[in-house]
T-cell receptor
Framework: GAVVSQHPSWVICKSGTSVKIECRSLDFQATTMFWYRQFPKQSLMLMATSNEGSKATYEQGVEKDKFLINHASLTLSTLTVTSAHPEDSSFYIC???????????????FGDGTRLSIL | DAKTTQPTSMDCAEGRAANLPCNHSTISGNEYVYWYRQIHSQGPQYIIH???NNETNEMASLIITEDRKSSTLILPHATLRDTAVYYC????????????FGKGMKLTVNP
C-alpha cells in the first residue's frame, strides 16, 4: 500500500516551454502533498506544500508564478514549471501521507521522481 | 536546517550487519526520528521511524538511546541493493508535516 506515482519519469524540452508533472496517490487519499527538487549530488529541497482545495504554500526563495501547483483532488497534485530554462533542469519529487492514517506520525511516501532536462 | 548529523559515508561487507549512526542532540520530546533512503535516481524510500522505544520491521531495526540524543539504524544482513544514501530526519508529531532532508550518509555495500 501507500504508493505514490509520478508522471512523466523524465522529460526533455526546449527552453521557454512549460512542463507539467503529475503526482498521484494510487491507493490512498492525501489532503497535503509535497514537492521537492534535487540537484545533482545534493539533498532534497522542499519547494512547496500542496493543499487540496486551497493555495499551495511555497518555501522561501521559490517563485510561485514559475512553479504553479494545483491540487484539485485528494489523489492528484500537479506541478507546472512555466517558461522553463536550463537552470530549472533538476530532479523533481513529490510525496504524500495517507489521510486515513490514524496517527499523524505516519510516514510520507515518495514518488520515483521526474527528471527534467531543459535544452 | 537539518537537525541531525550523520557521517558522510560508510562501507559495509555484504551479508554483515550495517549500523548507521545519527546524532540528534537537540531533539524535542515530541519529535520522532524517521529514516529514509534514496537509491540513485529514485525517490526516497521510507524505512522506519520511532519516538523513544526501539523499533523493528521487515527492513531494519531502529535503536534510540535512552536520552534520545542519538539513534542507530541497523540493517541486519546488508545486500548490494542496500547501497544508497540514508537520511535520518526528526519531525514533530502533529506539527508541520515538512521533512527537512540533510545531506544524509552514503552507505556502500561491498561484495
Amino acid at each position: 500500500g501507500a504508493v505514490v506515482s509520478q508522471h512523466p519519469s523524465w522529460v526533455i524540452c526546449k527552453s521557454g516551454t512549460s512542463v507539467k508533472i503529475e503526482c498521484r496517490s494510487l491507493d490512498f487519499q492525501a489532503t497535503t502533498m509535497f514537492w521537492y527538487r534535487q540537484f545533482p549530488k545534493q539533498s532534497l529541497m522542499l519547494m512547496a506544500t500542496s493543499n487540496e482545495g486551497s493555495k499551495a504554500t511555497y518555501e522561501q526563495g521559490v517563485e510561485k508564478d514559475k512553479f504553479l501547483i494545483n491540487h484539485a483532488s485528494l489523489t492528484l497534485s500537479t506541478l507546472t514549471v512555466t517558461s522553463a530554462h536550463p537552470e530549472d533542469s533538476s530532479f523533481y519529487i513529490c510525496s504524500a501521507r495517507d489521510l486515513g492514517s490514524e496517527y499523524s506520525n505516519q510516514p510520507q511516501h515518495f514518488g520515483d521522481g521526474t527528471r527534467l532536462s531543459i535544452l | 536546517d537539518a537537525k541531525t548529523t550523520q557521517p558522510t559515508s560508510m562501507d559495509c561487507a555484504e551479508g554483515r550487519a550495517a549500523n548507521l549512526p545519527c546524532n540528534h542532540s537537540t531533539i524535542s520530546g515530541n519529535e520522532y526520528v524517521y529514516w529514509y533512503r534514496q537509491i540513485h535516481s529514485q525517490g526516497p524510500q521510507y524505512i522506519i521511524h520511532g519516538l523513544k522505544n526501539n523499533e523493528t520491521n521487515e527492513m531494519a531495526s531502529l535503536i534510540i538511546t535512552e536520552d534520545r540524543k542519538s539513534s542507530t539504524l541497523i540493517l541486519p544482513h546488508a545486500t548490494l541493493r542496500d547501497t544508497a544514501v540514508y537520511y535520518c530526519i526528526v519531525r514533530v508529531q502533529g506539527g508541520s508535516e515538512k521533512l527537512v532532508f540533510g545531506k544524509g550518509m552514503k552507505l556502500t555495500v561491498n561484495p
